[in-house]
């Protein structure tokens, strides 16, 4: 029985699932509702509209992940047969229920969702990643970079959604202080870009530690289709826009940081320059699949930049 929930929970990726669902607590309530409350306003996205929401993209996310190791076991006992279970610990036929579940339960989410918030767009919104995912695991993954973007996308999608479901407040904001307004769209945006840079780096430093298997299916992604030269420059040049933009945004609000803010300003920029040299030196594929997950932590390191900044 334990070795059946330590595989489930390999197949969901249930760490993946828990920085996502961290995530969006994370920005509901240190960016919009302090903020919101600041003002005396009132942060629509209460406990039950953002339990709804993190229920809703962790299931939908959930599923994504089933179908990606159902359409990937071929590839997978090339790279790393430990990490799917699929056709092991859990029968293919398990795999498409279990998929289903966690879809069909995403989209009564949605649909609950919308209700409560009174926004069809919203139910539009949410749905809308089954069909990438979709054609991702199916399609745009073994396309060049295509797979990579959707991917990062819908990592930003996390974040970018939360002002969406506040946007009434955030109006009524806009009428008693613009200032504020803009800047916390201006603290959305680049943490939303911020989470697609990552993503899309690490997505890319994958490939690189799966290109053996993913050449043999004739897949063609970046890591295939270039030398390691044209790659590794790719990612370098990514992890030198994350940190331009790091220091950028920081140092025109820099009177917006508290003190500790500032110190850890300069623990995430010390750890952007550490992937950086990592990613220089990364030659085979355990040094591309380190660098994945120090890229994982790495991320919710940025995120966490955010309980530091006064609005």
């Given at each position: 029985m334990s070795s059946l929930v330590v595989a489930l929970a390999k197949l969901i990726r249930?760490?993946?699932l828990l920085i996502v669902a961290f995530t969006q607590?994370?920005?509901n309530h240190y960016l919009f509702t302090d903020t919101l409350h600041r003002f005396g306003l009132v942060n629509p996205i209460d406990n039950e509209v953002l339990?709804?929401?993190v229920c809703c993209t962790v299931c939908i996310t959930a599923g994504g992940n089933i179908m990606n190791d159902l359409v990937d076991v071929r590839i997978d006992q090339i790279n790393q047969k430990s990490r799917n279970k699929i056709g092991e610990s859990i029968s293919v036929r398990t795999g498409?229920?279990?998929y289903l579940i966690f879809t069909v339960l995403g989209t009564i989410l949605a649909i609950d969702l919308a209700d409560q918030t009174r926004r069809t767009s919203i139910y539009f919104m949410l749905l809308s990643p089954v069909v990438m995912l979709i054609a991702y695991n199916y399609w745009l993954k073994r396309t060049f970079v295509l797979g990579n973007l959707i991917v990062s996308l819908l990592?930003?999608?996390?974040i970018l959604i939360i002002p969406l479901?506040?946007?009434e407040a955030l109006n009524d904001l806009y009428l008693l202080d613009k200032r504020s307004y803009y800047f916390v769209w201006n603290l959305t945006l680049i943490f939303a870009a911020f989470a697609f840079l990552t993503t899309l780096l690490r997505e890319i430093v994958k490939d690189m530690e799966d290109r053996d298997g993913d050449i043999v299916v004739g897949m063609k992604t970046l890591a295939t289709s270039a030398g390691n030269h044209v790659v590794k420059s790719f990612m370098i040049l990514i992890s030198l826009v994350i940190i331009v933009s790091i220091i950028t945004f920081s140092t025109l609000w820099w009177h917006?940081?508290?003190?500790?803010?500032?110190?850890?300003?300069?623990?995430?920029?010390a750890s952007s320059l550490l992937i950086m040299f990592y990613l220089v030196r990364a030659s085979s594929k355990a040094d591309f699949g380190r660098l994945s997950t120090w890229l994982k932590f790495y991320i919710m390191q940025g995120l966490l930049?955010?309980?530091f900044w006064n609005i």
């Open positions: 249930l760490p993946n607590w994370l920005f339990l709804s929401l498409w229920v279990l990592c930003s999608l996390v479901l506040a946007q917006h940081l508290i003190a500790q803010g500032k110190i850890y300003f300069i623990a995430l920029i930049y955010i309980t």
